[in-house]
């Protein structure tokens, strides 16, 4: 049976591939190891590779101002990545580093099972939802997978370059609102 210290030192280990050459920091997760919501990035950009936290810099203000809309917070819900480690120059995660990566983000979701996840952009949609995964089509709708509840939106870093999108992810933030009320057990 997995434990958070034996996932978290096995993945540090990790050499599956060649992110982990380049690496300053190891971003596994954070948050609420017994969430019911779960939010789910591509990858580390550079200044979570440097502090080994997901969504820090710009990006994670807005990901914690999204949060704070609907009265959540990184307390209430847990925090991963595709990959746990940084592609250089921001890139998006190759197929076999996704692949490398993938078996740390399942035991991270056996770990916390959520009742939700929200994948944070079209990568972490393409790999959890489906693999031809329109996100300017499909955002803010539902999807069954596995007894859980899955959506994705918008990625802040996306929201932060075309501040356009911003009015779509708020309604899907209030459609992550109402799932939550319908589906979670605690109140958030």
């Not at 060649?18 to 990858?43: C, D, K, P, W, Y």
């Not at 939106?153 to 109402?178: G, I, Q």
Request: proline residues 5%.
């Amino acid at each position: 049976m997995d434990t958070w210290e034996s996932l978290k030192r096995d993945c540090a280990g990790c050499r599956g591939c060649s992110l982990a050459e380049t690496r300053h920091n190891l971003v596994f997760g954070v948050g609420n190891a017994q969430a019911e919501v779960m939010l789910i990035g591509e990858g580390p950009g550079e200044q979570e590779d440097l502090q080994g936290i997901p969504f820090v810099g710009p990006a994670g203000k807005l990901l914690d101002d999204m949060l704070e809309m609907i009265d959540l917070d990184r307390q209430k819900v847990y925090i991963a990545n595709i990959v746990k480690c940084r592609p250089p120059r921001n890139r998006d995660p190759l197929n076999v580093e996704q692949e490398a990566c993938r078996p740390w983000l399942d035991r991270q979701i056996a770990l916390v099972n959520p009742k939700i996840i929200v994948c944070l952009g079209r990568i972490a949609a393409m790999a959890l939802i489906r693999e031809d995964f329109r996100i300017t089509r499909e955002h803010g709708q539902w999807f069954d997978r596995d007894g859980r509840r899955l959506m994705a939106t918008y990625h802040p870093s996306a929201l932060l370059r075309d501040v356009d999108k911003r009015p779509e992810a708020f309604m899907d933030l209030r459609a992550l609102r109402k799932e939550i009320k319908a589906v979670c057990s605690r109140t958030y």
